[in-house]
């Protein structure tokens, strides 16, 4: 049985066309066994084994849209071309036959570098100004005719989404990645229609995008925009410092067509603006509900003790209370929760926390992120 609590957590949730068993999300999570871009057998079961593990609604890995410089590893999916296509189709497959429901995370890293390969495209890297970083160069300024067939190729992913099977599609506009650096003033320097002064200037761009996908996708088609503060280039990087800027940022991102705010930080229980409503107050993805009326998903170290960074600096994590979490999703702070390591580690852990058996909870290795299990 479980209490009436984590009952908050196993609630359906319904939009549009998409209908999930419960509030728990599987976090989009770069793996890289897709060699030359096409996923295989592997990735299909590798997801399918989160499907079966009761998992409401799984978000893969970022897939890329087709721009030549659109990835930066060798091992990471296509979301374009014929053979990626068919990798997806058996994935999506996998997925529903195992009762699960999924979304693409479609993508593009912009001038941002992998700094686990020296593998590079052949094309320079793309971004709005031709900078990774605050004053940190890196590839080229995106001419008009780049913007407008990047804004045409995230369409195309998003209509081969849908036409695959996917039940949802969401973009990836957080991290420091392409639309992101739109978003920063430290990358976006531009003087024509994609730059300005402001937040709700810099969102050109990304609004384009959404509006390319919802026209790809038709009316009812659900679309999740994942967005963050912190960049991978900068942790502690803000676009809003206020309400009133979020609101500025944000809100033109929904009116555009988004469904849902994917909103990311890294530590899930850190409140947004502690200034206004203190150290337990609304975090990014409840601020984001609140001024825009949107659903929210909320993520950042759900369920482990040591965040995200720690794992790249070779930290295992032990799972971690899920009261917090648990009191948030009761007050509907936000309405979807995203988890990412503990479920990597163990595609059970949805199953093992709505049965209460959190005494076989796995600790987060990162060994883990070597094979696809």
Not at 360 to 370: E, I, M, N, T, Y
Request: with cysteine.
């Amino acid at each position: 049985m479980t209490s009436p609590q984590l009952d908050t957590l196993f609630r359906p949730f319904q939009l549009k066309t998409l209908n999930l068993k419960n509030r728990i999300v599987m976090a989009p999570m770069t793996r890289s066994f897709s060699p030359e871009g096409v996923p295989g057998a592997n990735v299909a079961d590798y997801y399918r084994r989160r499907a079966s593990g009761e998992v409401g609604l799984i978000i893969s890995e970022g897939t890329v849209i087709d721009r030549p410089s659109s990835r930066n590893d060798p091992a990471i999916p296509f979301f374009h071309g014929e053979q990626a296509l068919a990798g997806w189709k058996n994935v999506i497959d996998a997925v529903h036959e195992a009762g699960g429901k999924m979304a693409p995370q479609i993508w593009h890293v912009g001038a941002v570098s992998n700094p686990f390969t020296e593998w590079r495209p052949d094309a320079p890297a793309e971004s709005p100004s031709g900078l990774v970083a605050p004053k940190k160069e890196r590839g080229k300024a995106m001419t008009d005719e780049d913007i407008a067939d990047t804004l045409a190729a995230f369409g195309r992913a998003a209509a081969e989404s849908k036409r695959l099977g996917f039940d949802t599609v969401e973009i990836h506009g957080a991290h420091g990645y392409l639309l992101d650096q739109f978003f920063w003033d430290g990358t976006n320097q531009r003087s024509d229609h994609f730059g300005g002064s402001t937040v709700r200037e810099r969102s050109r761009f990304a609004i384009e995008v959404v509006k390319s996908v919802r026209a790809a996708v038709g009316p009812d088609h659900p679309i999740i925009l994942r967005l963050s503060q912190w960049k991978q280039q900068d942790f502690a990087a803000r676009l809003a410092h206020t309400p009133d800027e979020m609101a500025d940022w944000l809100v033109p991102l929904v009116e555009a067509g988004a469904d849902i705010l994917h909103c990311s930080q890294r530590r899930f229980w850190e409140a947004e603006f502690p200034q206004i409503d203190g150290e337990n107050g609304l975090n990014f993805a409840g601020w984001a509900k609140k001024l825009t009326g949107a659903p929210t998903i909320s993520v950042g170290s759900v369920g482990l003790s040591v965040d995200f960074i720690g794992t790249f600096g070779g930290e295992s994590s032990p799972p971690a209370s899920l009261d917090n979490l648990l009191e948030r999703m009761a007050r509907d702070e936000f309405d979807l929760i995203a988890i990412g390591r503990a479920i990597l580690s163990d595609p059970e852990w949805v199953a093992k926390i709505r049965s209460g058996d959190t005494s076989s909870l796995k600790d987060f290795s990162p060994a883990v992120l070597a094979e696809l299990h």
